[in-house]
C-alpha cells in the first residue's frame, strides 16, 4: 500500500500515465496529475482519484521545458510537502525514416523524451528522502528495433541508459530507479496514424494475441514502487505479452 507516499505521474491525463496514476491513487498514493494541454481529462482522472478515496492535484507543465520541470516539482511539494515516487510517463511518438528525419523533429522527440526524463530525474534526485522510487517509461522497440523507429528508439535507448547509471548513484539512498517497457498497447498515442491491419498484425505479434491494457503496465509499476520492491533497482523490465 502506498498510504502517505506523494506520486508524480508525468503525462497523466490519458494512456498509460492516466492508468499508473489512477492505479497509484487507488493504493492508498497522493498523486500529482501533469498534463501539457488537457485540462479536462487531467480533472477526470484527480476526480476518479478522489473517489476512491484518495487525494490529486492536476498540474499542467510543458515537461520538454526545464522551467516547467522545475515549476512541477515545486508546485508538488508545496501542495503536498514532499514527493516520493516518480513516474517518467510523458513521450511522443512519430514515425520516420531516418533518411527522412528534420533537425526539428530530432529536437522535439528528444526534448520530451530524453531531456525532460533527465531533468525531471535531477529534480527528483534534490528532493526525494530515503526509499524513493523513480520508473521511467521506455519501450520495447530498443530491443525490436522497428523501421522507421529510428529516433523514438534513440531516445527510448537514451531513458534507459539514463536509468542505469542513476540507479547507481541512488543506491545509497535506498531510492530505486527502474524502467517499464511497454509493447504494443492500446492507446490514442500507439493508434495514431495506424491503420487497423497495422493494429490488427501488430497484436498478432503476441502469443497472447492482443494488444496490451494501460493497466497492463500500470500494475507493474504500482509493484516497482512499493515497499516489495525494494531491492529492484537498474532494471528494465519489458512488459509486452511475450513479444520480445
Known amino acids: ?20 496514476a489512477e492505479r497509484l491513487g487507488k493504493e492508498g498514493a497522493s498523486v500529482v496529475v501533469n498534463y501539457a494541454t488537457k485540462a479536462k481529462e487531467a480533472e477526470e482522472v484527480v476526480a476518479t482519484v478522489q473517489s476512491q478515496g484518495g487525494q490529486a492535484l492536476a498540474v499542467q507543465a510543458d515537461i520538454g521545458k526545464t522551467k ?8 508538488t511539494v508545496a ?11 510523458a513521450g511522443i511518438l512519430y514515425t520516420k525514416p531516418i533518411a527522412e528525419a528534420t533537425e526539428e523533429d530530432f529536437d522535439e522527440i528528444f526534448a520530451v523524451n530524453v531531456k525532460a526524463v533527465f531533468f525531471a530525474c535531477q529534480q527528483a534526485a534534490q528532493r526525494m528522502s530515503k526509499g524513493g522510487r523513480i520508473v521511467n ?5 530498443t530491443n525490436l528495433m522497428f523501421p522507421n523507429y529510428g ?6 535507448g537514451a531513458v534507459e541508459q539514463i536509468t542505469r547509471v542513476l540507479a547507481k548513484e ?3 539512498q535506498e531510492i530505486t530507479v527502474n524502467a517499464v517497457s511497454p509493447g504494443p498497447t492500446d492507446t490514442e498515442l500507439f493508434r495514431h496514424g495506424k491503420t487497423e491491419e497495422q493494429i490488427g498484425n501488430l497484436a498478432q505479434m503476441s ?25 529492484i533497482s537498474g532494471q528494465n523490465i519489458r512488459v509486452n505479452g511475450a513479444l520480445a
Open 79 to 89: 501542495h503536498f510537502g514532499k514527493i516520493d515516487i516518480l513516474i517518467n510517463n
Open 151 to 156: 529516433l523514438y528508439a534513440a531516445s527510448k
Open 1 to 20: 500500500m502506498l498510504h502517505e507516499k506523494v506520486a508524480l505521474v508525468t503525462g497523466s491525463s490519458r494512456g498509460i500515465g492516466r492508468a499508473i
Open 170 to 172: 541512488l543506491g545509497g
Open 207 to 231: 502469443p497472447f494475441g492482443r494488444l496490451g491494457e494501460p493497466l497492463d503496465i500500470a500494475d507493474v509499476v504500482a509493484f516497482l514502487v512499493s515497499d516489495e520492491a525494494r531491492w
Open 137 to 141: 517509461i521506455s519501450s520495447t522497440v
Open 68 to 75: 516547467d520541470i522545475q515549476s512541477l516539482f515545486e508546485q
